[in-house]
């Protein structure tokens, strides 16, 4: 089956920036996205990106996109102690009644 | 703006009870989840439904089922709750066209003692 790889924890200083990778194994997938999930709360679409695509861009946040090693990557741009949350990675197979299959999700700690 | 609602943010039964966890969206979307999150292991799909009445199994099925006899409501049914049950829950609702966004609610964290 689907197979979606994040690292657990990353640490940033404010200011600097983050970039959360993510790697998954359905060669066929159409869509690719990132939640964010701050505590206490369910999960909120960050972006997404369409498997033609290599690069978007969203203010702050640069998705790239690796379809030959079947890596995507979120940069995030002068990182604000706002954006402590847990960042998950997930793909969209191209059959199915739209569910996705998630990443373990990656804790992101902003350092004042 | 899409609002999915889960009934409860947190629940505490005990071994053998019967459990009923219940979500409802406002955006007429023809599909719902739901999925359980554990540390370390991401989100496992348990059940999902793509029209009223219609239930298909996820990742981890074993001990759950299921209820949608309107299109806004998808109940989550533990039918005699265990220790390994407890997680923290997560509702989710999409529009039926192919990947269309996924919609959260906030969650139910269910402890089973």
């Known amino acids: 089956g689907e197979d979606v790889e994040q690292s657990l924890f990353l640490s940033v200083r404010e200011g600097d920036s983050s970039v959360i990778n993510c790697t998954y194994t359905?060669?066929?997938?159409?869509?690719l996205y990132w939640y964010k999930q701050e505590p206490g709360a369910g999960l909120q679409l960050l972006t997404y990106?369409?498997?033609?695509?290599d690069m978007k861009q969203d203010q702050r946040l640069t998705v790239l996109l690796n379809k030959k090693d079947k890596h995507l990557s979120l940069r995030i741009a002068d990182t604000q102690t706002g954006d402590s949350a847990i960042y998950f990675c997930?793909?969209?197979?191209?059959?199915?009644?739209?569910?996705?299959?998630f990443g373990t999700g990656t804790r992101l700690t902003v350092i004042p | 703006d899409v609002k999915v609602t889960q009934s409860s943010r947190y629940l505490v039964k005990r071994t053998g009870e019967k459990v009923f966890l219940e979500c409802v969206q406002d955006?007429?979307?023809?599909?719902m989840f739901w999925y359980r999150q554990d540390p370390g292991l991401g989100l496992r799909l348990i059940y999902f439904?793509?029209?009223?009445?219609?239930?298909e199994k996820g990742d981890i099925p074993e001990g759950y089922s299921v209820s949608r006899e309107k299109k806004e409501r998808f109940s989550l049914i533990l039918e005699s709750a265990s220790t390994n049950q407890t997680s923290m829950y997560l509702c989710?609702?999409?529009?039926?066209?192919?990947?269309?966004?996924?919609?959260f609610g906030n969650g139910t964290r269910l402890t089973v003692t």
């Open positions: 990106i369409f498997s033609n695509m």
């Open positions: 989710a609702s999409s529009f039926s066209q192919n990947n269309s966004p996924l919609h």
């Open positions: 955006m007429d979307h023809e599909n």
């Open positions: 439904s793509y029209d009223v009445k219609m239930k």
């Open positions: 997930a793909e969209s197979p191209q059959t199915g009644a739209n569910n996705l299959f």
């Open positions: 359905d060669s066929s997938s159409t869509y």
